[in-house]
């Protein structure tokens, strides 16, 4: 359901053998790599930064929240491309907004 250049793309989905097979598009790195690589400048950093804050804005204009956005889910391609993946905790706003608050990983959960 989500269209964007900001978020990975699902090519194809099968099941084979009780299990599900998700095929999505290949992208280099993770931006945790990137970091681990190496210091990274500041005009890369507000380039991901910008390009992650869009793909987020445009989930949350389709009323998509993703729950656990952290370095190792923000994917860098060669070009500087940034795509947001792993949407496992990904859910849509209810209306009544009332949604549970034990999501994320432990490392990146707010105080």
Known sequence: MLKSDYVI?????FRKKGR???VCEYVEKNLLEIVEEGPVN???A???VYLMLKGIAYMHSVNVIHRDIK???VLVSKQGAVK???LGFARTIPSNRVM???VATRW????
Do not use: F, G, M, V
């Open 42 to 44: 500041s005009q890369q």
């Open 108 to 111: 990146y959960r707010p105080p």
């Open 84 to 86: 947001i993946c792993d």
């Open 46 to 48: 507000r380039h991901y």
């Open 20 to 22: 599900i097979y998700l």
């Open 9 to 13: 793309e699902l090519k194809e989905a």
């Open 100 to 102: 549970t608050d034990y």
């Open 71 to 73: 370095p190792e889910n």
